[in-house]
């Protein structure tokens, strides 16, 4: 996606006691509030990392210096070169957040769309309720290629690999029973 980002930040800063910051050369564009933390306002970024040609690379949402965006939206966008996204954070008070069980805090795509990679957080820990995986990683015709599951410490547990056609190719699981 190709913006004028002059004419994008003058409709996001105007009539706003924030501050805007270019620095030259890097592409990048902030909003300041008063205490100089990054903070979004109108729903807008407060964060806006743009290529040499004018492209978007990254947007993000900050309230008071902590990365936050209401509403369940994403709160930190990243783009590939051709405009689509790359991936997705949803965050809350800087903690990764999401509203509903079943929703992850992270999802990764391929260029065509397609969803790469979809992660689960819950308290800081890439971890899901219920014994679901919180990582599902996908091959680019859509099948789950692995599940996998971790511990606090981010190791991983267990995993189910599968080929493109949905079938299993391998399971692994750490076995916990002490040698006594």
């Known amino acids: 996606m190709r913006i004028d980002i002059n004419k994008y930040l003058i409709k996001i800063f105007r009539k706003t006691n924030l501050s805007l910051y270019k620095y030259d050369g890097d592409g990048e564009y902030v909003t300041l509030d008063e205490n100089g933390k990054y903070h979004s306002i109108n729903d807008k970024p407060a964060f806006v990392k743009v290529s040499e040609n004018g492209s978007i690379i990254n947007e993000q949402w900050w309230k008071n210096g902590e990365k936050h965006r209401g509403d369940d939206k994403p709160s930190d966008i990243t783009y590939y070169d051709n405009g689509s996204v790359m991936q997705q954070q949803w965050y809350e008070n800087d903690r990764p ?19 790469r990679r979809k992660c689960w957080w819950h308290n800081a820990w890439l971890s899901r309720e219920y014994d679901f995986a919180a990582s599902i990683e996908y091959h680019p015709n859509g099948q789950i290629a692995k599940e996998t599951w971790y511990d606090r410490y981010l190791e991983e547990v267990r995993y189910i690999k599968y080929d493109t056609n949905g079938n299993i190719t391998k399971e692994w699981e750490i076995d916990y029973t002490p040698e006594w």
Do not use: L
Request: hydrophobic share 15%; no cysteine.
């Open 97 to 115: 957040k999401r509203r509903g069980v079943d929703e992850p805090n992270d999802i990764y795509y391929y260029k065509d769309g397609q969803i």
